[in-house]
T-cell receptor, first 117, second 113 residues
Framework: GAVVSQHPSWVICKSGTSVKIECRSLDFQATTMFWYRQFPKQSLMLMATSNEGSKATYEQGVEKDKFLINHASLTLSTLTVTSAHPEDSSFYIC?????????????FGPGTRLTVL | SQKIEQNSEALNIQEGKTATLTCNYTNYSPAYLQWYRQDPGRGPVFLLLIRENEKEKRKERLKVTFDTTLKQSLFHITASQPADSATYLCALDALGGGNKLTFGTGTQLKVEL
């Protein structure tokens, strides 16, 4: 079945540094991938839609200059948290859909736990 | 404003019983609704998708209903097992399409021996 991987699974960094998270679809091509953030005891909040070959579409309130998204190929999207601060500490999850029509289930990566000291 | 509400209180049931979880929404006209399972520290796992013109969908011990008049979906797990203990999330396609999903807050289910 459709598998999505994320790397790293967890990362601890100092305040002010940048962190890159990779999301890969292992057995299917994804023209669109999604990035979510989840705080403890809360639901997933969509941050942005990553489109292969074009700019990402950010949700309202998400700073595009802080959360840089690059969709380099049909199987890889990266999220870079620039100048991270403790309030950016969260669980970041990506997803992708193998459907071409757009209306299908999403397959999620295992998530990346970011802790900013 | 748009809202997706799931029972925020944890649901504790006994093994073998049927668990029923509720998802209510307002100010949405979703074309489809999905249910996911999430274990602690992991990404969600897709379970079932039901479209607006479908009343009920089944998969093994799982059953989902979708009532667009009541704006509600019910998720049932029959013959529940301790391994079914997890948080269950409902998700709707957001206005604007593009396969964007908006998630409810989730309901934590605990199946006890």
């Amino acid at each position: 079945g459709a598998v999505v991987s994320q790397h790293p699974s967890w990362v601890i960094c100092k305040s002010g540094t940048s962190v890159k998270i990779e999301c890969r679809s292992l057995d299917f091509q994804a023209t669109t991938m999604f990035w979510y953030r989840q705080f403890p005891k809360q639901s997933l909040m969509l941050m942005a839609t990553s489109n292969e070959g074009s700019k990402a579409t950010y949700e309202q309130g998400v700073e595009k200059d802080k959360f840089l998204i690059n969709h380099a190929s049909l199987t890889l999207s990266t999220l870079t948290v620039t100048s991270a601060h403790p309030e950016d500490s969260s669980f970041y999850i990506c997803s992708a859909s193998p459907g071409t029509s757009g209306r299908s289930e999403q397959f999620f990566g295992p998530g990346t736990r970011l802790t900013v000291l | 404003s748009q809202k997706i509400e799931q029972n925020s209180e944890a649901l504790n049931i006994q093994e073998g019983k049927t668990a029923t979880l509720t998802c209510n929404y307002t100010n949405y006209s979703p074309a489809y609704l999905q249910w996911y399972r999430q274990d602690p520290g992991r990404g969600p796992v897709f379970l079932l998708l039901i479209r607006e013109n479908e009343k009920e969908k089944r998969k093994e011990r799982l059953k989902v209903t979708f009532d667009t008049t009541l704006k509600q979906s019910l998720f049932h797990i029959t013959a529940s097992q301790p391994a079914d203990s997890a948080t269950y999330l409902c998700a709707l396609d957001a206005l604007g399409g593009g396969n964007k999903l908006t998630f409810g807050t989730g309901t934590q289910l605990k199946v006890e021996l």
